[in-house]
């Protein structure tokens, strides 16, 4: 079975960081591309990020681009998300996605970014 | 970007309808699109890949058309656990985009 457990969510000052993590089982992850979308608070979805299979070609939302890194360790089946200089707006659950061929087939359950004074 | 348009934004329904959600994009696509559905508090649910094709698993009651800037999704009758908010979403080119969403809602 599919999974995908995200984890590093939490209460975050503007201007600080927080680094996510998603673990995957249950299929061969370094077969696979990856993405980050996420969803502010009673808004709608919003891809994030995307990373190839082997970490050669990576994307970014123009709104998190300079400030969050992507990246995997396929020997240890995980994405990461590195978010630095965080806003008000990146207030979010924030989830995992396996890319199948350009659509997200299986989700984590996400992990809530609360950036707050 | 290319941007996605969702209409309507929300609707009422009753079970046994059939429901219609379209989407538009800002500029063509070809069929590189998808369906998901989203229940308060979950994930988002993948239904339609490549604007037409079920993805396992999905009820046949659901279906995908469309090509270019112009898409559907159809629910053909409407069951209790379908009431939910769905979403279109573009994978033709980075960043991807996804539509508003549509809330369907217990009339």
């Known amino acids: 079975e599919v999974q995908l457990v995200e984890s590093g969510g939490g209460l975050v000052q503007p201007g600080g960081s927080l680094r996510l993590a998603c673990a995957a089982s249950?299929?061969?992850?370094?077969?696979?591309?990856m993405n980050w979308v996420r969803q502010a608070p009673g808004k709608g979805l919003e891809w994030v990020s995307y990373?190839?299979?082997?970490?050669?070609?990576?994307y970014y939302a123009d709104s998190v681009k300079g400030r969050f890194t992507i990246s995997r360790d396929n020997a240890k089946n995980s994405l990461y998300l590195q978010m630095n200089s965080l806003r008000d707006e990146d207030t979010a659950v924030y989830y995992c996605?396996?890319?199948?061929?350009?659509?997200?087939?299986?989700w984590g359950q996400g992990t809530l970014v609360t950036v707050s004074s | 970007a290319i941007r996605m348009t969702q209409s309507p934004s929300s609707f009422s329904a009753s079970t046994g309808d059939r429901v219609t959600i379209t989407c538009r994009a800002s500029q063509g696509i070809n069929s590189y699109l998808a369906w998901y559905q989203q229940k308060p508090g979950r994930a988002p649910n993948l239904l339609i890949y490549a604007a037409s094709t079920l993805q396992s698993g999905v009820p046949s009651r659901f279906s995908g058309s469309g090509s270019g800037t112009d898409f559907t999704l159809t629910i053909s009758c409407l069951q209790s656990e379908d009431f939910a908010t769905y979403y279109c979403?573009?994978?033709?080119?980075?960043?991807?985009?996804f539509g508003q969403g549509t809330k369907v809602e217990f009339k």
């Open positions: 979403q573009q994978y033709y080119s980075y960043p991807r985009t």
């Open positions: 996605a396996r890319d199948a061929n350009g659509d997200s087939d299986y």
């Open positions: 990373i190839s299979s082997s970490s050669d070609t990576i």
């Open positions: 249950g299929f061969t992850f370094s077969s696979y591309s």
